[in-house]
């Protein structure tokens, strides 16, 4: 199901969109949510690499090296 977003764009994206729609035959709407899509996912990873970053500052939470991990679960070599 598609929820309605209203997006005000400054008249230069707009005409940028309007021209890219133009060349193509797709809808500005179109290239609005495929630069969403193609972008969420980017954003959603800095957020949560500040989060870790943060309890790492804090000391909430810590890191482990590789080997010490295979070690520990006996998958060294």
């Known amino acids: 199901m598609s929820?309605?977003?209203?997006?005000r764009a400054d008249e230069e994206l707009d005409k940028r969109l309007e021209r890219l729609a133009k060349l193509t035959g797709r809808s500005k709407t179109f290239y609005?949510?495929?630069a969403v899509s193609t972008h969420i996912d980017?954003?959603?990873?800095i957020y949560l690499a500040d989060q870790v970053m943060d309890r790492l500052e804090?000391?909430?939470?810590?890191?482990h090296a590789?080997?010490?991990v295979e070690k520990e679960l006996g998958l060294a070599d």
């Not at 980017?42 to 990873?45: A, I, K, Q, W, Y």
Request: proline share 0%; no cysteine; net charge negative.
């Open 32 to 34: 609005i949510r495929e």
């Open 42 to 45: 980017n954003l959603e990873d």
């Open 3 to 7: 929820r309605l977003i209203n997006f």
């Open 66 to 68: 590789l080997e010490e």
């Open 58 to 63: 804090n000391g909430t939470e810590s890191l």
